[in-house]
């Protein structure tokens, strides 16, 4: 099947490098699909596991793409935005989904995943669009979304847009607030 043409905004894509024709796609108001065969089909692979559809970031770990990591809540700043409740993460390849945290975040704009721990991974919050709130920034993982740690706040206002790895040295992260 293919994504339904009712659906405006795509927020999220990513590939699978070990998978040259896996890719993964999270769109505003539909989930997170999938296409093996270089996108000539879509499959939902959400639908009905994570109470939301509003996408705004996906990652599937280097080390074991099994595993993915779902931020919710569309990052793109509109009128419109639909509000995101956390992370969702699969261990299976997208056959389960469990809420890994991060409720109050808003909208999550980016989830990045060490390349050699999938246990490790960071995102950024924008937080709440529409007020003030102290869950916004760039948060860590250790223990697969267990618990996260605030690893970068600025105040209340400002949120994480987004958050990157440094190619071949995961242990500098950049970040844009």
């Excluded at 769109?27 to 000539?40: E, K, Y």
């Excluded at 206002?157 to 242990?171: A, K, R």
């Amino acid at each position: 099947s293919t994504p339904s043409a009712g659906i405006q905004s795509t927020w999220a894509v990513t590939g699978v490098p070990s998978q040259p024709r896996t890719f993964y796609m999270g769109v505003a108001s539909g989930g997170v699909f999938r296409t093996t065969d270089g996108g000539a089909s879509w499959q939902p692979i959400t639908d009905g596991k994570v109470p939301l559809g509003s996408i705004g970031s996906i990652a599937v770990a280097d080390a074991d793409p099994r595993i993915i990591y779902v931020g919710t809540g569309s990052d793109g700043v509109r009128s419109n935005v639909s509000t995101g409740r956390g992370v969702y993460k699969t261990t299976d390849g997208g056959e389960t989904w469990q809420f890994a945290g991060l409720r109050d975040a808003g909208q999550i704009g980016a989830v990045r995943i060490h390349p050699s721990d999938a246990n490790t991974a960071w995102v950024s919050a924008t937080g709440d669009i529409f007020k003030a709130n102290s869950e916004r920034g760039i948060f860590k993982t250790t223990d697969g979304g267990k618990s996260w740690k605030k690893t970068l706040f600025l105040n209340d206002t400002v949120g994480g847009m987004d958050v990157e790895l440094q190619p071949g040295n995961p242990s500098v992260v950049y970040a844009w607030m």
